[in-house]
């Protein structure tokens, strides 16, 4: 037998949704959010200046914010319209952060205007900062080790590829500098691996910022505020993956604290993580019906859902599971591609999946869709986003963002003379 994901809908309550709002809508369980956020915050408890900052990226809906912000959670922003989004909000100061890489200057402005922590990504934006803005007294700094980061089992991911950080000579030099220009707190800030399930991922990478923390704060005299674990803890988007053991994460980042910071006189330091996958992912679904089905050399379904509405299969040939509502019992004793309608043929949710008998109609379950799913949507061949629905803890339901429509699609051609015959041909 296939292992199989429950999902956090039934068919009966699918059809509800589908009722009021049509296929496709990503679809997201309040009742999940809260519990794991919950479990998070247990699970680093022990460190009395913890905050999780929500990576806005992952899920820029407000409502989702509200729920998080209500949870205790920050908000770690890339962009312009992602400060303006947490704005909205009601974040303020303290509780941004902003992370960004080749940055605008209105961006800039923005961050330093709301006061929130900003992480500089390079030696060079030190005096962007200034120029552009000022020097906060609290200010952060990214930091890329090079060369390859392994754990025991194997190579994770290589930094020394990656666009990101400083090098430790130029975090160095950056402290030394911005103290020179009024910085009296700092931040570590790094990302070292996408997405892993091993619970050694976190205190490795804890144990690697703690002691690059004791050597930055004997070389400089630099008041080490706060070091931010970012995100990278994963999700099993895979039924047979192991899940990321969060209370085992929070012990293991201790021990290394204990170890390396207190020792050091750094006990007082506070962690942030900032964490998308891991809080939304695993309470989100795209929720789609089945358009067709063709047999050809192979048997396909074709959902009225696309790539455009989650693009990670096709991007990465990530894995999503697949539930046919209302035939969970069933024996998943056929092997279908399941495919969008764009006209690009990696536009497949799944390759060669065992499923139930499907038939033209059914509702299917895109598992694990919370985070990176909706945001990373596009318009190519004309498709339009679709709504996002929150299914509230009581079980009742609640439009978030409805679904574009071809006047949203063609509203950047006001400037135009053909805007007249685009807005009124519906």
Same mark, same amino acid.
């Given at each position: 037998?296939?292992?199989?994901? %429950?999902?956090?809908i ?28 919950? $479990? *998070?915050?247990k ?5 009395? #200046? ?6 806005v ?16 959670c920050? +908000?770690?922003?890339?962009s312009? /319209? ?10 303020? !100061? ?7 890489n080749?940055?605008p200057v209105e961006?800039?402005?923005k961050?330093?205007?709301? #006061? ?10 030190v ?13 952060? $700094?990214r ?10 089992? @194997?190579? =994770?991911d ?5 666009k990101y ?7 160095e030099?950056?402290f ?19 997405? /892993?399930t ?15 923390? %004791? ?7 630099a ?8 995100g990278?803890? !994963? %999700?099993?988007?895979a ?17 290394k604290?204990?170890?390396? *910071? ?5 006990g007082?330091?506070?962690l942030?993580t900032?964490?998308?996958?891991f809080?939304?992912?695993p ?6 019906? +089945? ?14 859902a696309?790539?455009?509405?989650? =693009? ?11 539930t %046919? ?6 024996p998943c004793?056929?092997?279908y591609? +399941? ?5 690009e ?13 499907i ?5 299917l ?10 945001s ?8 339009l986003?679709s709504?996002?629905v ?7 339901h ?16 006001d ?5 007249p015959?685009?807005? @009124?041909?519906?």
């Open positions: 037998t296939t292992m199989q994901k %429950v999902p956090f039934t068919l009966e309550q699918a059809q509800q949704i589908i009722a009021d709002v049509p296929t496709p809508f990503h679809l997201y369980d309040e009742k999940g959010i809260r519990e794991n956020a919950r $479990c *998070l915050y699970a680093f408890s022990w460190n009395k #200046g913890f905050k999780e900052y929500f990576a990226k992952a899920t820029p809906n407000p409502y989702i914010l509200k729920i998080l912000q209500e949870e205790g920050g +908000v770690d922003c890339s312009y /319209t992602e400060l303006m989004l947490s704005e909205a909000c009601d974040f303020k !100061g303290h509780e941004i952060m902003f992370s960004s080749v940055t961006d800039m402005q961050a330093y205007e709301l #006061g929130a922590y900003i992480n500089l990504d390079d030696y060079t934006h005096e962007f900062l200034e120029r552009v803005a000022g020097i906060p007294e609290t200010v952060c $700094c930091y890329n080790p090079g060369g390859v980061f392994s754990l025991g089992n @194997g190579i =994770m290589n930094p020394g590829e990656a950080g400083m090098s430790e000579v130029q975090m030099s950056a030394k500098k911005l103290m020179a220009k009024g910085a009296k707190r700092f931040g570590i800030h790094a990302f070292l691996a996408s997405n /892993t091993y619970n050694e991922y976190y205190p490795t990478l804890a144990g690697i910022l703690f002691e690059l923390a %004791v050597r930055l704060n004997k070389a400089t005299g008041k080490i505020a706060f070091i931010n674990l970012s990278g803890v !994963g %999700v099993d988007y039924p047979y993956q192991p899940a990321s053991d969060i209370m085992a994460i929070g012990e293991g980042v201790r021990k604290f204990e170890e390396i *910071l207190v020792p050091a006189g750094l007082d330091v506070a942030f900032e964490l998308g996958r809080m939304l992912a309470y989100g679904h795209l929720v789609a019906t +089945v358009l067709h089905e063709k047999h050809i050399q192979k048997d396909y379904v074709g959902l009225d696309c790539a455009a509405n989650l =693009m990670r299969p096709a991007m990465y040939g990530s894995y999503h599971h697949i %046919v509502l209302g035939k969970e019992d069933e004793d056929r092997i591609d +399941v495919t969008g309608g764009l006209c043929n990696n536009d497949k949710f799944a390759i060669d999946r065992p499923l139930p008998k038939e033209v109609g059914d509702v379950v895109l598992h694990d869709t919370g985070a990176h799913g909706f990373m949507g596009y318009n190519y061949n004309g498709k986003r709504a996002e929150l299914l509230k803890e009581d079980g009742t609640e439009l978030i963002r409805r679904a574009e429509t071809a006047d949203d699609y063609f509203a950047t051609f400037c135009t003379p053909f805007w015959r685009l807005h @009124g041909g519906q």
